[in-house]
């Protein structure tokens, strides 16, 4: 797959570690990336069980004592513990990075500049979602409703810091972490054809999961990785995931994956053909967001061309 990655710019990190002689074939690195993965799973379980303590902890002592007051718990408050438990993945995955794959932190992306590419992200992310929206507006999916009675801006604001580290913990261990490991002995676009199939098979078990929601995840681990790719660094597709992700469910009020995050700024309701709005899934199980992701990949593609036309980064031989 060698012959592919004079069609990608690759990014300064590779070079550094291809340099250091360390890294295995894919299989090899497809089964150290399934114990990462194990650890990475327990680091997320680990920092619930203790988001979760602290949490129910505060809530009865608030109450003078009251036990029963944990039950009082609203659901916004549970889907946002989940998302800050997965700050137990980053750091699994970066322990890893650093004494596991001997990798310096620069080499998995987290490098300068952070706020404009974290900006220019967030607004690539939500411009992605909002495309795929108009697709399914305009095509009779898909109608919004008008605003939500369910928005209250404490939980708005809650979820929405809980996805900046929900998305940067998957983009860190996809992309920073086992794209990178692949493509250091392997080609690039290896690196990005594995991660984008494990990406897509993280999503199996999610409520309504099936074969065209698994092909919009690998598309979407397709794009993230040539987002990757064009920036240089992981800032950019971290934010672009997290934006993608509250979009979805906090702006427009979609389902995500399956799944129903409550608090939403707008209400948006499912029309016609499932095909095209995802039905059970969300609007990633549907026709429109295939199309968005392709329409993604062919614009970042082309920059990632263009780049390498202005600086010509010859790719160096492991």
Same mark, same amino acid.
């Given at each position: 797959m060698r012959q592919f990655d004079r069609y990608l710019a690759l990014p300064e990190q590779l070079a550094a570690l291809r340099a250091d002689g360390r890294g295995g074939n894919v299989l090899l690195e497809i089964l150290k990336f399934l114990g990462i993965l194990v650890l990475a799973f327990l680091g997320e379980m680990l920092a619930q069980m203790l988001i979760t303590f602290v949490v129910i902890f505060a809530t009865i002592w608030q109450a003078g004592g009251n036990v029963d007051a944990a039950a009082g718990i609203p659901d916004w408050g549970v889907t946002a513990m989940g998302l800050f438990a997965t700050a137990g993945m980053i750091g699994v995955t970066v322990l890893v990075i650093r004494f596991v794959q001997k990798r310096k932190l620069s080499t998995a992306g987290l490098s300068r500049p952070f706020w404009k590419e974290y900006g220019l992200g967030l607004l690539a !992310? *939500? /411009?992605?979602? /909002?495309?795929?929206?108009?697709?399914?507006?305009?095509?009779?999916?898909?109608?919004?409703?008008?605003?939500? !009675?369910?928005?209250?801006?404490?939980? *708005?604001?809650? %979820?929405?810091?809980? *996805?900046?580290?929900?998305?940067?913990? &998957? &983009? %860190?261990?996809?992309?920073?972490?086992?794209?990178?490991?692949?493509?250091?002995?392997?080609?690039?676009? /290896? $690196?990005?054809?594995?991660?984008?199939?494990?990406?897509?098979?993280?999503?199996?078990?999610?409520?309504?999961?099936?074969?065209?929601?698994?092909?919009? %995840?690998?598309?979407?681990?397709?794009?993230?990785? =040539?987002?990757?790719?064009?920036?240089?660094? =992981?800032?950019?597709?971290?934010?672009?995931?997290?934006?993608?992700?509250?979009?979805?469910?906090?702006?427009?009020?979609?389902?995500?994956?399956? $799944?129903?995050? $409550?608090?939403?700024?707008?209400?948006? &309701?499912?029309? !016609?053909? /499932?095909?095209?709005? $995802?039905?059970?899934?969300?609007?990633e199980g549907g026709l429109a967001v295939t199309a968005a992701m392709v329409i993604g990949i062919v614009l970042v593609e082309w920059r990632n061309i263009d780049r390498i036309a202005r600086t010509p980064m010859p790719l160096t031989e492991p």
């Open positions: !992310g *939500f /411009a992605a979602f /909002a495309l795929a929206v108009l697709i399914a507006v305009v095509t009779g999916s898909l109608r919004i409703t008008g605003l939500s !009675g369910s928005f209250a801006a404490v939980p *708005f604001l809650v %979820l929405f810091l809980g *996805f900046l580290v929900q998305g940067f913990s &998957e &983009e %860190l261990l996809c992309r920073g972490c086992f794209m990178l490991s692949v493509a250091r002995k392997n080609s690039v676009a /290896a $690196g990005i054809l594995c991660n984008a199939l494990v990406f897509a098979a993280l999503h199996l078990l999610n409520s309504g999961i099936g074969p065209l929601p698994i092909v919009n %995840l690998f598309l979407f681990g397709v794009l993230a990785s =040539l987002y990757y790719l064009w920036r240089g660094n =992981l800032w950019g597709i971290a934010a672009f995931h997290s934006m993608w992700n509250f979009t979805q469910g906090n702006i427009f009020g979609i389902l995500v994956s399956g $799944g129903d995050y $409550g608090v939403s700024l707008l209400t948006s &309701e499912l029309t !016609g053909s /499932a095909l095209i709005n $995802g039905g059970d899934f969300g609007m």
